[in-house]
């Protein structure tokens, strides 16, 4: 059965968005129980954070529905022709917001391939300085290595002949 979209577009109230899914994806449950279900899932909802609380039982109806068709079970609210759903799609240098029956793209000016090609050469060049560094260091700790080797190598000869040997 194909459900149709009779609210005026704007704001909805909270028990007006409940009635689109009851009559969506419970048409044949009890009334009271779909709705105590559904009001549970909202709830749950904002708790989580994936829904945002509502201003005096008033719902944007973009985002609940949105948020509705991602839900388990109730991908079937897509079917309802006039539903006011929209769907944000990043992809690297370009935004893309659809909205049923139509679309448009914003190219995101921040994400151009030359100011990337630069940041990617600036992280070559800190990336080389920073190997560097570690060889350097790597160089450090191995003549530190080879000195205090040498020098018990010196202790321990001096300790078999009966003396302390000669402090650094």
Known sequence: ????????????TENE???VIY???YPNDSKLDAYKRIRQRIRKA????DLPEFSSLKVDPDI??????????????????G??????????????????????AIVDTKGDSTKIQMENQDLHKALARKQAELEQAQLEIEAIKLKD?????RLSVAGKKGGRGKSL
């Not at 059965?1 to 909805?12: D, E, L, R």
């Not at 904002?46 to 954070?49: K, N």
């Open 23 to 25: 009559e969506c994806i």
């Open 64 to 81: 609940f529905f949105t948020w509705a068709i991602k839900s388990k079970g109730w991908n079937a609210i897509a079917n309802i022709s």
């Open 17 to 19: 968005a409940i009635q």
């Open 149 to 153: 080797k040498l020098h018990k190598k």
């Open 46 to 49: 904002q708790l989580d954070g």
């Open 1 to 12: 059965m194909m459900h149709k979209y009779i609210y005026p577009s704007g704001f909805i």
């Open 83 to 104: 539903l006011p759903v929209s769907t944000v799609v990043m992809v690297t240098g370009v935004e893309c917001k659809v909205e049923l029956g139509e679309a448009y």
